[in-house]
T-cell receptor, first 113, second 112 residues
Framework: KAGVTQTPRYLIKTRGQQVTLSCSPISGHRSVSWYQQTPGQGLQFLFEYFSETQRNKGNFPGRFSGRQFSNSRSEMNVSTLELGDSALYLC????????????FGSGTRLTVV | QKEVEQDPGPLSVPEGAIVSLNCTYSNSAFQYFMWYRQYSRKGPELLMYTYSSGNKEDGRFTAQVDKSSKYISLFIRDSQPSDSATYLCAPNYGGATNKLIFGTGTLLAVQP
């Protein structure tokens, strides 16, 4: 059974640019969540999509957005990149409720210079 | 006050030791409690989940939740060097509120 796949693994972008990250969940999982991990703040919830609808949202500015496609694949976009957006972005997939755990991908390491 | 507090460590123990990792939380609405393990340059991996108060055992790992004191523990018996990783506690509200609140994580090093 394939795991959660995130692409690309590494990205270097310049301040002011925008970036799109991709996540393919485990087959059959319809919930996809995104998290930002930094040394200072740890893992922080960005948003969660279920059946193409954003179901939950964390406390991040509007520059962070996402979407989910009919095949459950998800993308997140960060516009007008800032140095502080440098982080590991993790995607996690689960069944409807996620009460029995989430499966994470290996993440996309974004560096903003 | 953070919703989930966890001692960041690092915690260094000799191989074979019993390890105790702990978290406290402030929100009594949390219903499901998960422990994740994260190796360097990898995503978190689910180790254990527990619903409400009580104990759950899986091999060398035991998860314990005390909702009355808002205290979560993970015990590792006969620790191995391969257990060296960051351990994250993550309560969940349950239902359709799919949002994990992670502790800062405890870095564990098991010395051979």
């Amino acid at each position: 059974k394939a795991g959660v796949t995130q692409t690309p693994r590494y990205l270097i972008k310049t301040r002011g640019q925008q970036v799109t990250l991709s996540c393919s969940p485990i087959s059959g999982h319809r919930s996809v969540s995104w998290y930002q991990q930094t040394p200072g703040q740890g893992l922080q919830f960005l948003f969660e999509y279920f059946s193409e609808t954003q179901r939950n949202k964390g406390n991040f500015p509007g520059r962070f957005s996402g979407r989910q496609f009919s095949n459950s694949r998800s993308e997140m976009n960060v516009s007008t990149l800032e140095l502080g957006d440098s982080a590991l972005y993790l995607c996690a997939s689960s069944d409807f409720l996620g009460n029995y755990g989430y499966t994470f991908g290996s993440g996309t390491r974004l560096t903003v210079v | 006050q953070k919703e989930v507090e966890q001692d960041p460590g690092p915690l260094s123990v000799p191989e074979g030791a019993i390890v105790s990792l702990n978290c406290t939380y402030s929100n009594s609405a949390f219903q499901y409690f998960m422990w994740y393990r994260q190796y360097s340059r990898k995503g978190p991996e689910l180790l254990m989940y527990t619903y409400s108060s009580g104990n759950k055992e899986d091999g060398r790992f035991t998860a314990q939740v005390d909702k009355s004191s808002k205290y979560i523990s993970l015990f590792i018996r006969d620790s191995q060097p391969s257990d060296s990783a960051t351990y994250l506690c993550a309560p969940n509200y349950g239902g359709a509120t799919n949002k994990l609140i992670f502790g800062t994580g405890t870095l564990l090093a098991v010395q051979p």
